[in-house]
């Protein structure tokens, strides 16, 4: 088991692995080389409260639901962002307890964060997630989408990439 072989070119991502080898959340979870269909902890967490609408790949349901694959560490960047991650109502709203959340939280943004996490962003810690969650977000549209055209500024997004993209029936 080598999580190391994850961070290949990813060296911001460096405190999660530490913090998620130490923490309650293990990197070997999702170890290359273990069979796919073993889930534990944040990654059965994962596939049991957020794979339906976000894919167990990432990979988001497009015209609906966001790609994090490639997409959720773009957010860390933004002052807003770190908080936004916890606010959003998948997230905040989840039956999860604190403590698994933000297991769960910090899995994603290292299994799907991988090269887009802002360089230096620590691991979510229990008390932010459980105070954040607990404040709704207003207006969570308009803000994802000045977060989005602020990334765009940045260079970090496409300009016509919204994460989430058109489901096969709005493509026509
Ligand atoms: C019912 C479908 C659904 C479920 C279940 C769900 N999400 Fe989401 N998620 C969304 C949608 C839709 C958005 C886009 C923002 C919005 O409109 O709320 C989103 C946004 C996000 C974002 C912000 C990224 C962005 O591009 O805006 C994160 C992070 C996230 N979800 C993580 C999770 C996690 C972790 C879970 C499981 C605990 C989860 N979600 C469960 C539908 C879902």
Known sequence: MKPVRYLRGSFPLLPFALALISGAASAVDYAPGRPVEV?????LDYALKCKGCHGLSGQ???GHVPRLDGFVGLFTHLPEG????VR???VARS???DERLTAVLNWVLATYGRDTVAPGFAP???EEVAAARRRPLEDRKGLRERMLAELRTRGLLAP???GIGES???RG
Do not use: C
Not at 39 to 43: F, K, L, Q, S, V
Not at 82 to 85: A, D, F, K, N
């Open 88 to 90: 959003v109502p998948g």
């Open 82 to 85: 770190r908080e936004y991650l």
């Open 124 to 126: 979510y810690t229990v």
């Open 160 to 162: 016509d990439d919204d």
């Open 60 to 62: 988001g349901t497009p």
């Open 39 to 43: 889930h534990e902890g944040a990654r």
């Open 168 to 170: 096969p029936e709005q």
């Open 95 to 97: 039956v999860l307890d």
